[in-house]
């Protein structure tokens, strides 16, 4: 049973960094690809970034690539979104998921999803 718990959130000024951690209480986390999607108030969920459960291929939301890294440690049972040159469009409650479908970009494909962690990006 995957058990996610995501931290790292706060609030930043623009420009600034964050990195969000998702970290596994159960012993499958490395069989499963993942994620990372993100809400901002009023709008829907939506995919951020994607990981192979062996880390080797990333995919990312198109206004993020170049910014955002994400990455995992299967040793540790955890994944990370390395954030840098954030903006105010970047603030959102951000939830990372496991892969239990298809299509990496749809969170319909996801399960197990944590209790999201905040980002805020304002001076």
């Known amino acids: 049973q995957v058990q996610l718990v995501e931290s790292g959130g706060g609030l930043v000024q623009p420009g600034g960094s964050l990195r969000l951690s998702c970290a596994d209480s159960?012993?499958?986390?490395?069989?499963?690809?993942m994620g990372w999607f993100r809400q901002a108030p009023g709008k829907e969920r939506e995919f951020v970034a994607h990981?192979?459960?062996?880390?080797?291929?990333?995919f990312y939301k198109v206004s993020v690539k170049g910014r955002f890294t994400i990455s995992r440690d299967n040793a540790k049972s955890t994944m990370y979104l390395q954030m840098n040159t954030l903006n105010p469009e970047d603030t959102a409650v951000y939830y990372c998921?496991?892969?239990?479908?298809?299509?990496?970009?749809?969170?319909?494909?996801?399960?197990?999803w944590g209790q999201g962690t905040q980002v805020t990006v304002s001076s």
């Open positions: 998921a496991a892969l239990t479908g298809r299509r990496i970009e749809d969170g319909a494909s996801y399960d197990y």
């Open positions: 159960g012993r499958t986390f490395g069989r499963y690809a």
């Open positions: 990981i192979s459960s062996g880390g080797g291929t990333q």
